[in-house]
């Protein structure tokens, strides 16, 4: 009983998969817009900046590693714990 409710779920799982990935590779519904028009600066080669979210990132990677720190030291000073190496 307990292997054919594991393929059961299984297989609704790969089927909802399947079904989830076919509904989001349909074609789009509208036609997409037209592309700029050939005015000052309409092509060449424009890329988002990645400054804001790469500094974001490395505040939070510097923010957890502080804590992990904090909280590896304050675990040293306990007395009667030993440390895993």
Do not use: C, W
Not at 8 to 36: E, K, Y
Request: glycine share 16%; net charge positive; proline share 9%.
């Amino acid at each position: 009983m307990q292997s054919i409710r594991k393929t059961l779920l299984i297989m609704v799982f790969l089927l909802s998969g399947i079904f989830t990935a076919h509904l989001l590779a349909d074609n789009p519904l509208d036609a997409p817009p037209p592309p700029p028009g050939g005015g000052h600066g309409g092509g060449g080669n424009q890329s988002a900046p990645i400054d804001g979210g790469l500094s974001v990132l490395m505040a939070l990677g510097a923010g957890y590693g502080s804590f992990k720190l904090y909280k590896k030291r304050k675990d040293e000073k306990k007395p009667g714990t030993t440390i895993n190496r």
